[in-house]
């Protein structure tokens, strides 16, 4: 019999520096694919202060004003104001440029064509490493519920901000939630939610309190949580002072907030600013897609997959439906390797054309999760595949 324990997982908002790096290198590889789809990006950036610092390399032949785009994100996210205690702002950001072009060493293990010494001439993966994919019935995105209850939290914070309904809001926050889950694996009831949001000098911390326990039973599901559930809600009593004021903010830095906040494991490639001939994030995807299938297919309950790649070679190295369906599969863990095989192609350029990758979709997936959003490609079911996941 399953033990009973307590699961938690965190989100952050846009205005998190992190996320705010992060968003600034996926709307630079949107540009980038927009004009020319064949762009070859993996950008890097680093927020401080006013400082915002791009680093890594782009091979494209699209035009992109790479400063125009940073402020327009920031100003997006709502870093606009130039008050002494928001120094990281729309008009004051300094951007530093040091991309450069991809290594032709690296290129000619991507590109479809023979090279010497490479093996074969398919296009093969932009690196070695290890992705995973991860979906379980916990909730109706097929994610777990942890995960999926912090991001709540913090798209209906990123709302009401952006509506005007709460003028004190700053864009930096951070969500956690802890969930108790049943002898059988089933979420039974929420422990505790902790809420920081980065407000205005002049707002009580008891109007914080009291607006931000409201949101959160707004958007919660009333019956997981009871007399007991705890809201620490803006903890150290003051949060004036965010975003990169506060803190460095990296791109790549919050890959568990991005995936499966900690329930399902990670390779540690992280995902943002690369295109997809980067298997980390293709690959990921590609397992998540198959992962939420296998789910959704009425195969198990919970499934977990890994993939592994050689950098130039395009076929996997490996692939494990460990359905560590955790003990919840239904039929043989073989048979659904065997289906998965039949049904899916783990090489790149498929990869790409299934998913449609060479799309500017990117800066949709930045924040609240990579595995949320129903209208990405990768969150959608195919009624032959899973048809053949079933054996019929």
Not at 9 to 27: T, Y
Not at 56 to 62: F, L, P
Not at 124 to 137: C, P
Request: with cysteine; hydrophobic share 40%.
């Amino acid at each position: 019999m399953k033990k009973r324990h307590i699961f938690t997982s965190e989100s952050v908002g846009e205005g998190h520096p992190d996320k705010v790096a992060d968003l600034i290198s996926d709307s630079i590889l949107d540009a980038c694919i927009a004009q020319d789809p064949t762009s070859r990006v993996a950008c890097e950036t680093l927020v401080k202060d006013n400082h915002v610092i791009l680093a890594g390399e782009i091979t494209t032949q699209a035009v992109v004003d790479y400063e125009a785009i940073v402020r327009k994100v920031v100003d997006d996210i709502g870093y606009r104001t130039a008050a002494d205690d928001e120094v990281f702002n729309t008009a004051s950001i300094e951007v530093t440029n040091y991309l450069s072009t991809q290594s032709p060493d690296i290129a000619q293990g991507v590109d479809a064509c023979a090279a010497e010494g490479k093996d074969g001439s398919e296009q093969g993966a932009g690196d070695q490493g290890i992705m995973f994919g991860y979906a379980a019935n916990e909730t109706p995105e097929l994610m777990p519920a942890p995960i999926m209850f912090a991001h709540r939290i913090m798209i209906e914070l990123a709302r009401v901000r952006h509506a005007g309904e709460a003028t004190w809001l700053r864009p930096d926050s951070k969500s956690q939630v802890a969930v108790e889950y049943d002898e059988n694996g089933r979420p039974e009831r929420i422990v505790n939610v902790v809420l920081s949001t980065q407000h205005t000098e002049d707002v009580s911390i008891d109007t914080i309190r009291d607006f931000c326990s409201a949101l959160i039973r707004r958007v919660l599901p009333a019956e997981l949580i009871t007399e007991q559930t705890e809201f620490f809600i803006n903890p150290t009593g003051r949060f004036v002072i965010g975003g990169p004021h506060g803190d460095s903010g990296l791109t790549g830095r919050k890959i568990i907030v991005d995936t499966y906040g900690g329930m399902g494991r990670h390779g540690g490639g992280a995902f943002s600013g690369k295109d997809c001939s980067k298997v980390d994030r293709s690959g990921a995807y590609m397992c998540r897609w198959v992962a939420k299938h296998i789910v959704a297919a009425g195969l198990a309950d919970r499934c977990e997959l890994q993939v592994s790649y050689a950098i130039g070679k395009a076929d996997p190295t490996s692939i494990m439906v460990d359905v560590d369906t955790f003990g919840t599969a239904v039929v043989d863990e073989s048979t659904i390797i065997e289906r998965v095989k039949k049904a899916f192609s783990f090489k790149p350029a498929d990869m790409e054309s299934a998913l449609g990758l060479r799309r500017p979709i990117f800066s949709r997936t930045t924040n609240y999760g990579h595995f949320t959003k129903a209208d990405l490609p990768w969150e959608q079911l195919d009624p032959a595949r899973l048809a053949i996941l079933k054996g019929e």
